[in-house]
T-cell receptor, first 112, second 114 residues
Framework: TQLLEQSPQFLSIQEGENLTVYCNSS?????LQWYRQEPGEGPVLLVT?????EVKKLKRLTFQFGDARKDSSLHITAAQPGDTGLYLC????????????FGAGTILRVKS | EAQVTQNPRYLITVTGKKLTVTCSQN?????MSWYRQDPGLGLRQIYY???????DKGDVPEGYKVSRKEKRNFPLILESPSPNQTSLYFC?????????????FGQGTRLTVV
């Protein structure tokens, strides 16, 4: 069982569409991170959220940390082919030895 | 340029033949770790090290060994590889293991054990 459940597992959309990826857990996290991974590369950090209810924006990407710090979402507005990749949520939880744990990831494909 | 370097990028080996995957970082990070990435399972931590000569098991340590004799290097050793260790491996480093710290990843090593 994944400590962090991501949905959907796979998303294929047209350029210009909006999308949301979810990261959920039954555990409380002291912080959550989102990474993006391209084929043949390692994950690269996009954002870290640490406060319940926090919202961070990175150009067309909006990240939200749930009030109870058990979930997070990533919203992409007007997706572009360059957004294609694997999106991973990861978090630190005292319940899990306060080390970084990862969700299984969401594969996003944006078609032009 | 700040980076984590893994070698080799690709490796095909036979069951039981010892191998080492090297990892080196140039950011003077204290914390280093190894992950394996399998479809549908995400990244699972194999071993981690909080500093030189300090290593500990992650979630899936069976069949792996590590050492941390120098701050910059953290090799992953498979003494007797088996087919179930076929996977994509990533080394990562961070300033510390503290929550919220950014992890920097290498480019990965794709290992196939036949």
């Amino acid at each position: 069982t994944q400590l962090l459940e991501q949905s959907p597992q796979f998303l294929s959309i047209q350029e210009g569409e909006n999308l949301t990826v979810y990261c959920n857990s039954s555990s409380v996290f002291s912080s959550l991170q989102w990474y993006r991974q391209e084929p043949g590369e390692g994950p690269v950090l996009l954002v870290t959220v640490v406060t319940g209810g926090e919202v961070k924006k990175l150009k067309r990407l909006t990240f939200q940390f749930g009030d109870a710090r058990k979930d997070s979402s990533l919203h992409i507005t007007a997706a572009q082919p360059g957004d294609t990749g694997l999106y991973l949520c990861a978090g630190y939880s005292m319940e899990y030895g306060n080390k970084l744990v990862f969700g299984a990831g969401t594969i996003l494909r944006v078609k032009s | 340029e700040a980076q984590v370097t893994q070698n080799p990028r690709y490796l095909i080996t036979v069951t039981g033949k010892k191998l080492t995957v090297t990892c080196s970082q140039n950011m003077n990070h204290e914390y280093m770790s190894w992950y394996r990435q399998d479809p549908g399972l995400g990244l699972r931590q194999i071993y981690y090290s909080m500093n030189v000569e300090v290593t500990d098991k992650g979630d899936v340590p069976e069949g792996y060994k590590v050492s941390r004799k120098e701050k910059r290097n953290f090799p992953l050793i498979l003494e007797s590889p088996s087919p179930n260790q076929t996977s994509l491996y990533f080394c990562a480093s961070s300033f510390s293991g503290a929550q919220g710290t950014e992890a920097f990843f290498g480019q990965g090593t794709r290992l196939t054990v036949v």
